[in-house]
């Protein structure tokens, strides 16, 4: 009768050890990211933004001066460089 005793109160404390481990992994993940957010915020006040500067037209000039190449010329180009890294493996 006092063993099952004993074993109820190690689960229970086993259970409760468990939780302060859960709850105490929580708020450091919490911590990390309330850090993340604040460094975040002091970098973006640092460094102002025009606001004539718009994000998406940098990105499509960008974009723009890139080469395009299509999926076939791609895989062609890929081809032929693995054949030269044969050859000169050789």
Not at 38 to 49: E, N
Not at 52 to 68: A, L
């Amino acid at each position: 009768m006092d063993k099952k005793k004993s074993n109820k109160f190690d689960t229970l404390q086993v259970m409760e050890k468990r939780i302060e481990y859960l709850l105490g992994a929580r708020l450091r993940e919490k911590d990390r990211i309330t850090r993340a957010v604040q460094t975040q915020d002091r970098l973006r006040q640092k460094y102002s933004v025009s606001e004539e500067w718009q994000s998406t037209s940098e990105i499509r000039r960008w974009r723009d001066k890139q080469p395009f190449i299509s999926f076939k010329e791609l895989q062609l180009k890929l081809k032929k460089e693995r054949s030269n890294q044969d050859t000169r493996s050789q």
